[in-house]
């Protein structure tokens, strides 16, 4: 009896003990949980506090706030429309007469309320976005692809008013388009310098993206001259990249650096899944200011001729060693065509371009770009890499024969 009370004890002490030590245990976990949690709080609130108070913020986001209230007014959504009679045999195949298309019928005037001798239904065909450059004259730039192929052409403009735009010029290998608008107190934006942006800049994109009018995003300059991305049917590229959200609708509106100028013109993406996937690409002002003035007289824009096909150096290193060039830049001539300025000339194939009028020649869109924008009857100044030295040829630029592309699809 005696030994069993002992055991007894002595169980109960053991659990006693037990007990005793894991609840120190927990008590030490609950202080160093509680410890941990201070501090990381007290981290929290440290940070907080290093942070800028809503007074220092006020320049940037006062800048911001002063950039979009310049811009807001000169930015307009653009809404176009076919005759459902172009797209009847589309529609019949696809969706169906029927079908939920938006149909506007416009009658002409007769002589009884309700009839109509000449009925024409319209169907909404695409929207996109645009900017009003010139006010007094009211001309509006948006893409060539925004209007491509519409019969009527809807402006709405910032403070709700909808008008009707005449196309006056289009330009399908650089994608701009500008339209006239008969509307007062119209205010308009000046187009800036992208020359002189730099990667890292600031900028604002604005438009409607998915019918979202005025809609404002913000980011960066990511790259300048980005020419390889392939956009159908542009030819002229050497786009300004930008991480600012651009989705459909966006097309057309104004890409805007921190003085509320325009610097491009918010044209595509590069994206796996139809929407923003982080990179857009703005038509750069510097062709705005060179079209603008033919497109607005209705001209068609001319451009210069070369005549030759070439690779560039990057694409095909090895054969420009072999040429003796050690450098990993410039075009290297293809083929030369017969009678053109090229030939008159004397280029020759396996000739290195390295640098025209002195400014060198990296890639293939380089020369494209320099050449397109030469107007015909100057004589340029190549510099050209030939049997193991450099020459100079000049060569007299003429324009672009009728139906030539600079970007053939069965380019190396």
């Given at each position: ?12 002490g053991?659990?006693?003990?037990s007990?005793?030590?894991a609840?120190?245990i927990?008590?030490?976990l ?15 609130i440290a940070?907080?506090?290093s942070?800028?108070?809503?007074g220092d ?13 310049l ?7 653009i ?16 969706l ?6 938006e ?7 007769t ?8 009925a024409m239904?319209?169907?909404?065909d695409g929207y996109?976005?645009?900017?009003i450059v010139?006010?007094?004259?009211g ?6 692809h925004?209007?491509e ?5 809807h402006?709405?403009?910032?403070d709700?008013r909808?008008?009707?735009?005449v ?5 399908r ?15 308009d934006l000046?187009?800036g ?9 600031d ?11 005025g ?5 960066i ?17 050497g ?12 097309s ?11 610097i ?5 993406i ?9 990179v ?15 497109l ?11 005549g030759v ?6 694409r ?7 040429l ?14 017969p009678?053109?300025?090229?030939g008159?000339?004397?280029l ?5 371009i390295?640098?025209?009028d002195g400014?060198?020649?990296r ?10 924008e ?20 000049k060569?007299?630029?003429t324009s672009?024969p009728?139906?030539f592309t600079?970007r053939?699809?069965n380019?190396?």
């Amino acid at each position: 009896m005696q030994t069993n009370l002992r055991s007894l004890f002595k169980q109960a002490g053991i659990f006693t003990v037990s007990t005793v030590l894991a609840f120190l245990i927990l008590f030490k976990l609950g202080v160093i949980t509680e410890l941990a949690y201070h501090v990381e709080k007290g981290r929290l609130i440290a940070l907080r506090e290093s942070m800028p108070s809503s007074g220092d913020l006020d320049p940037w986001n006062n800048r911001t706030r002063s950039v979009a209230a310049l811009v807001a007014p000169a930015v307009v959504q653009i809404v176009t429309e076919r005759r459902l009679s172009d797209i009847a045999p589309i529609v019949e195949d696809f969706l169906g007469i029927d079908s939920s298309i938006e149909t506007r019928r416009e009658d002409d005037d007769t002589d009884q309320p309700g009839e109509s001798t000449n009925a024409m239904q319209y169907v909404r065909d695409g929207y996109g976005s645009g900017f009003i450059v010139d006010a007094d004259a009211g001309l509006v730039v948006t893409n060539q692809h925004v209007i491509e192929g519409a019969d009527i052409v809807h402006v709405y403009l910032a403070d709700g008013r909808r008008v009707d735009a005449v196309v006056r010029g289009t330009d399908r290998k650089s994608d701009i388009a500008v339209l006239y608008i008969s509307a007062d107190n119209l205010i308009d934006l000046p187009i800036g310098s992208s020359e002189s942006v730099e990667v890292g800049d600031d900028v604002l994109a604005v438009g409607n993206p998915f019918g979202l009018e005025g809609s404002f995003s913000r980011g960066i300059i990511s790259a300048k001259s980005r020419s390889s991305i392939p956009v159908q049917g542009v030819e002229y590229r050497g786009f300004l990249q930008t991480d600012a959200v651009i989705n459909p609708g966006n097309s057309g509106g104004p890409l805007i650096n921190m003085r509320g100028e325009v610097i491009g013109i918010n044209t595509a993406i590069a994206t796996q899944s139809g929407s923003y996937d982080g990179v857009g690409f703005a038509i750069p002002s510097s062709r705005i200011k060179k079209l603008l003035p033919i497109l607005q007289r209705g001209e068609d824009v001319v451009r210069g001729y070369l005549g030759v096909g070439i690779v560039s150096v990057e694409r095909e290193p090895d054969r420009a060693e072999k040429l003796g060039w050690d450098r990993y830049i410039g075009v290297i001539v293809q083929r030369v065509i017969p009678a053109s300025p090229a030939g008159h000339a004397d280029l020759r194939a396996d000739d290195i371009i390295a640098r025209i009028d002195g400014k060198a020649i990296r890639s293939t869109d380089d020369l494209i770009e320099r050449v397109g924008e030469t107007a015909p009857g100057t004589t340029i100044e190549l510099t050209v890499w030939r049997d193991g030295a450099e020459l100079t040829i000049k060569a007299n630029i003429t324009s672009q024969p009728t139906g030539f592309t600079p970007r053939p699809t069965n380019r190396p």
